[in-house]
């Protein structure tokens, strides 16, 4: 049901000899049948001083890209980093929002490896309306809670009714102060980002954290989300959990998917069915689950590994240096034209780290629906 038909790279350090220059953390959008933009950082190291956003292009379908560009100038009186995610609005306006990391130690990274707290940070958004050509100076946004830090681990969504979503966690600061926790929450626009006045709470448990939270709006929309469920005290990874809201302000108690995965990212097909690429605890390879939502319950119609040369890194000492010592992730998909999909993700190749595309083939619902029956 889900085959592999291609794959090749977004982005590799075109001389690595010469210069160290590393990917992470891409972001995937279709403008047309045969045009894709595609955002992902780069740096030095994965919380060097260097580490910037960027942006390139694909008119062949994804086969070939153009060099990457910055997504945006960002320049400050202290020193900064950041990191966005870019998705596009019904009006053709490409969206990208994220984290401005305040680097003023220079000899310190993005978290404190003692207790995972976050430097200081904003949260900001810019648009593009030349299909990523370029961008507005970037808005600060003012979120409806304390975090006093966010995670940046997804793009907006934005819902059928014209709200927009982001979903994200909220995360300690340096010295470990989180008023509310580390709860899966998303704030919420009415006005197409100028303002963010409410959240929803997602998934939370005073003892986990729910990293990496993938959220979607169902054809029926309904929303959907999965997260990592991590429990910090033991390392352990929690089974995959998901969660609906049926009314888009609660959310019902999380319920099992069947996977233990790590970074999982959802994508609705057009048939409705619901695609989950993710990297699985304690196995190899990046894998793609075929799912459908009936009524309340996540039923899994097809499992397997789509990519499978890079061996997950061990995890040792803190969660941060766990974090740290990861080789692949952070999948994001989207479909195409003619029905296949297309993933993007980074992983570690000959010591670099890369941004890789898969084309996939995930078969065809009606096709499904005859074999079933019989």
């Not at 100038?73 to 990391?101: C, E, K, M, Y």
């Not at 929309?221 to 995959?240: E, K, M, N, S």
């Not at 119609?301 to 040369?309: D, K, V």
């Not at 969660?319 to 740290?324: D, I, P, Q, V």
Request: charged letters at 20%; one cysteine or more; a negative charge.
């Amino acid at each position: 049901m889900i085959s592999c038909k291609a794959t090749g790279l977004v982005y590799r350090n075109p001389k690595p000899h010469l210069r160290a220059v590393h990917a992470w953390h891409p972001s995937i959008v279709s403008l047309s049948s045969r045009e894709l933009a595609c955002s992902f950082d780069l740096g030095q190291a994965a919380e060097s001083l260097d580490y910037r956003t960027y942006i390139v292009h694909s008119t062949d379908g994804g086969y070939s890209w153009s060099p990457p560009q910055p997504i945006i100038d960002d320049p400050q009186s202290r020193p900064t980093t950041h990191t966005l995610r870019i998705s596009a609005v019904d009006d053709g306006t490409l969206v990208a929002i994220g984290g401005r990391f305040y680097r003023d130690n220079p000899e310190e990274g993005l978290t404190n490896r003692a207790n995972m707290g976050f430097v200081p940070m904003d949260v900001m958004l810019s648009r593009s309306r030349d299909r990523g050509q370029s961008w507005d100076s970037p808005l600060t946004l003012q979120p409806p809670l304390i975090g006093p830090a966010f995670e940046v681990c997804h793009a907006i969504v934005e819902r059928h009714d014209g709200s927009w979503l982001w979903p994200t966690q909220t995360w300690s600061g340096w010295d470990g102060e989180a008023p509310n926790g580390m709860r899966a929450i998303a704030l919420v626009s009415y006005d197409r980002g100028s303002t963010w006045p409410q959240y929803l709470d997602v998934m939370h448990a005073s003892d986990l954290i729910h990293f990496e939270q993938s959220l979607v709006e169902l054809h029926d929309g309904r929303l959907l989300a999965v997260t990592w469920r991590y429990d910090p005290r033991t390392q352990r990874t929690h089974p995959t959990p998901y969660a609906i809201s049926s009314d888009g302000r609660t959310f019902s108690q999380p319920s099992e998917t069947g996977l233990r995965a790590q970074t999982a990212k959802l994508l609705v097909l057009r048939d409705g069915r619901v695609l989950c690429i993710y990297r699985p605890d304690g196995r190899d390879g990046l894998w793609a689950c075929l799912a459908r939502i009936t009524g309340d319950r996540w039923e899994t119609l097809h499992n397997t590994m789509i990519w499978g040369r890079a061996p997950i890194g061990p995890a040792a000492g803190t969660t941060s240096e766990m974090l740290a010592s990861l080789k692949f992730g952070y999948p994001q998909i989207t479909q195409l034209a003619g029905g296949n999909v297309l993933i993007v993700f980074w992983c570690l190749e000959q010591e670099v780290q890369n941004i890789r595309w898969i084309r996939v083939d995930v078969g065809d619902s009606e096709r499904q629906s005859v074999t079933e029956a019989m």
